[in-house]
C-alpha cells in the first residue's frame, strides 16, 4: 500500500519559510496548509506576518478559520490537517505543512493523542496544595522546566490549566511519551530551514519594525475595542500581547518594540531546539550558495514525479 506524500518546511520564525513554500508548491503542483497557530485567526494579520496570498495561484489552508475569541486546539489541527492531507494527495497533488508550531507539526509526524488522558485526583490534589502553598509561580516555572511548549500557550495566571498540564505529563507513560512515537504513515520529507544567527536575529527585527509601520497597534486596537478582558489564547501570541500592555499604558512604544524583538528572538531560539529533537528533520543552511539545489535533489528523490 503506497503511503501518502506529505513535505514539512519547518523553522524559526522569520527564515522565510512562507517564501520557499510558495515556490515549491508551484514547480512541485503543491497546496500549502499552515500550521501557525496563530495565522488561523482572522484578523491578525500585521502581527503574524500573514502573507497575502489573494494574487496566488497556489491554495492556502488554515488561515482565517477561527475569530480570535474562538478556541482552537492542536486536536483540532490534528483532525483537519490529516483530512487535507489524504485530499490533496487523493487530487494528486503535494501537501506542503508549512509554519513553525512544533506541537502543530508533531501532532501530524508523531503519534501524538489529545483525548481520554487519566485524571490523577490524588496528584490533582497535591498540586492544589502546592499552588497554595508557594504560589501559583511555583507551580508555572515546574511546567516550564518540564514541557516549555505547554507553558507556552498557558497564561501564568491560569491554575487550572497548569494543573491540568502538569497533570497530563505526570500520566504520559515513557512508553507512550506523546513526543516520541513516530508515525509512519507517510512517505515524509522534513526541512527545517535555518541561518547564520545574527541574520537572523536582525531579520526578526527589522519585520517587527516593519510590522509597526504597517499599522501593528490600530490592528491590535481594532481587536480589543469591545473587550473586557483579553483572557484569549490568541491575544497571548507575541506582538499583541505587548502592544496590549503599551495600549494600557503599563509601558511606553519603545519599550513595547524592544520587547517584541527580544520575545521573538528568544521564541525562534525555541522553535530551533524544538526541532531538534527529530532525527529524521534534514537541516538546510539559508547561507550556502546551493541551498536551494539541495531542496530540489531531496524533492526528486523522495516525490519521483
Known sequence: MNKDNLLIIAGPTGVGKSELSIELAEKYNGEIISADSMQIYKKMDIGTAKVDYSNS?????????????????????????????????????????????????????????FQNQA???????ELEDTAADKGLDYLYKKLEKIDPASAKKIDPNNKNRIIRALEINKTSTK????????????????????????????????????MIELGLI??????????????????????????????????????????????????????????????????IN???????????NLMGEKFKK
Open 218 to 283: 490600530d490592528e491590535t486596537k481594532d481587536l480589543i475595542k469591545d473587550l473586557d478582558d483579553y483572557n484569549f489564547n490568541s491575544l497571548k501570541a507575541i506582538g499583541y500581547k505587548e502592544v496590549i500592555s503599551y495600549l494600557n499604558s503599563e509601558i511606553s512604544l519603545d519599550e513595547c518594540i524592544d520587547l517584541i524583538k527580544r520575545n521573538s528572538r528568544r521564541y525562534a531560539k525555541r522553535q530551533l531546539t524544538w526541532f531538534r529533537r527529530d532525527e529524521r528533520v534534514i537541516w
Open 119 to 125: 485524571k490523577d485526583v490524588e496528584y490533582r490534589k
Open 57 to 113: 495561484n497556489i491554495k492556502h489552508h488554515m488561515l482565517d478559520i477561527v475569530d480570535f475569541n474562538e478556541n482552537f486546539s492542536v486536536s483540532d489541527f490534528q483532525k483537519k490537517a490529516k483530512s487535507l492531507i489524504k485530499d490533496i494527495n487523493n487530487r494528486g497533488k503535494l501537501p506542503i505543512v508549512v509554519g513553525g508550531t512544533g506541537l502543530y507539526i508533531n501532532s501530524l509526524c508523531y503519534n501524538l493523542t
Open 286 to 296: 539559508k547561507d550556502c550558495d546551493n541551498w536551494k539545489e539541495d531542496i530540489e
Open 175 to 210: 512508553e507512550n511519551n506523546r513526543l516520541r512515537e513516530e508515525n509512519n504513515d507517510y512517505n515524509l520529507l522534513y526541512i527545517c530551514l535555518y541561518m547564520d544567527r545574527k541574520k537572523l536575529y536582525d531579520k526578526i527585527n527589522n519585520r517587527v519594525d516593519k
